[in-house]
């Protein structure tokens, strides 16, 4: 047993401590109510020492054996945080057909609009958030494809949102989007924003069935993204070849192969869109998958941020006359970075800091 699970139980006695100690100080009106309605966690109210005792769990095991301290990081770096919806959101889906999808033996909630009859079947986009993200971080989008009179797909998908689950990698988010492109499927296009990008690739290059592709603020390659896990976690970068081959030897793909390996295997047409203020994942990565592509258009926004480009109307309607151009990504452009942009020449370029823990993925 590990040190950071010896110490839990303790912790979480302490927050029960410190609550009750929250809720004498509301009853004598020296706090106000408010203060009890924040949830007190171990992981949130004592993040250092949480950090600290990971950390020497991982020295520990990295002592005894390069493969089981592997092992161990990847069971952090696939545990994602459950990040509750807020009345406004479900109040906003109630308006979705809600269905469920089993996968692995564990539901994922899919949320669904279909357009009225009108003639033509409808054509379907499929909406697949990033990392610790939601469906519904999609909602101006998703009402700008209503109104153009897309069906929409939206999912939470495995261990987010709605969805069960605590675990899981972005092998296994793939194989649940070919699932989806069993049942909802084929869809127009496919919109990923964040590694939910790097995973409608890998589950295209898979035979998910779409005519297009759409990538917002994704990196371009998912070793690179480990890599960046390591580092933020202040861990030695000797952990990231073991804990690729697990990786490897799991599912048959090696994470450094997911990048540019990746996207030239593809031939439908793409769009990048990236943000030149996005700090998560920096805005060169868009252009490094615009050359992988065989045809792709790039458009980079300024001002927006990694989550940003989510809500802005420049991003939808480009996105718009992406689908509906018969047109785009027939001719293979490679011109200069700032000649896609819309920053002016004389801008100075952003100023990254370093990847936060709590961002372990894009």
């Known amino acids: ?31 106000p109510s408010l203060l009890l309605k924040v949830r007190i966690k171990p992981e949130t109210h004592y993040i250092r020492l949480c950090r600290a005792l990971r950390l020497a769990d991982l020295w520990l095991l990295e002592r005894c054996s390069l493969h089981l301290a592997a092992r161990y990081l990847l069971h952090l770096f696939e545990t994602t945080r459950y990040i509750s919806y807020k009345q406004m959101d479900h109040e906003y ?31 379907t986009v499929l909406l697949v958030h990033g990392w610790e993200g939601r469906g519904i971080m999609f ?22 949102g709605l969805s069960e689950g605590k675990r899981v990698s972005n092998y296994e988010l793939a194989s649940l989007l070919i699932r989806l492109g069993q049942r909802y499927g084929p869809f127009c296009a496919v919109v990923g924003h964040s590694s939910g990008g790097l995973v409608c690739s890998l589950a295209l290059a898979q035979g998910l069935a779409a005519e297009r592709l759409v990538l917002l603020a994704s990196p371009d390659n998912f070793g690179k993204m480990i890599d960046r896990f390591l580092a933020g976690a202040s861990v030695s970068a000797s952990l990231a070849a073991p804990m690729k081959a697990i990786y490897a030897q799991r599912f ?56 940003g480009i989510l809500r802005s109307p420049q991003v939808h309607q480009r996105i718009l006359s992406f689908l509906s151009d018969a047109g785009v990504g027939t ?32």
């Open 93 to 123: 889906l109630a308006g979705f057909r809600q269905e469920t999808v089993c996968f692995q033996h564990q539901n994922v909630y899919v949320f669904r609009w279909v357009p009225p009859p009108a003639g033509a079947p409808a054509k």
């Open 139 to 160: 909602r101006p989008l998703c009402e700008a494809l209503k109104a153009q009179g897309y069906g929409v797909v939206m999912p939470d998908l495995l261990a987010h």
């Open 1 to 31: 047993m590990l040190l950071y699970s010896l110490c839990y139980p303790l912790m979480w006695l302490a927050t029960l401590v410190q609550y009750n100690y929250y809720r004498v100080l509301v009853k004598f009106k020296r706090r």
């Open 252 to 307: 048959g793909f090696h994470p450094d192969q997911v990048g540019e390996a990746l996207y030239r295997m593809l031939d439908c047409p793409a769009l990048i869109c990236h943000d030149w203020h996005d700090v998560r994942v920096h805005p060169e990565v868009a252009d490094e998958i615009h050359r992988a592509f065989a045809r792709s258009d790039v458009f980079y926004t300024r001002g927006l941020g990694h989550l």
């Open 331 to 362: 001719e293979r452009q490679i011109p200069p970075l700032i000649q896609h942009s819309i920053i002016p020449d004389d801008a100075d370029p952003p100023r990254y800091g370093p990847i936060p823990v709590a961002s372990k993925r894009a």
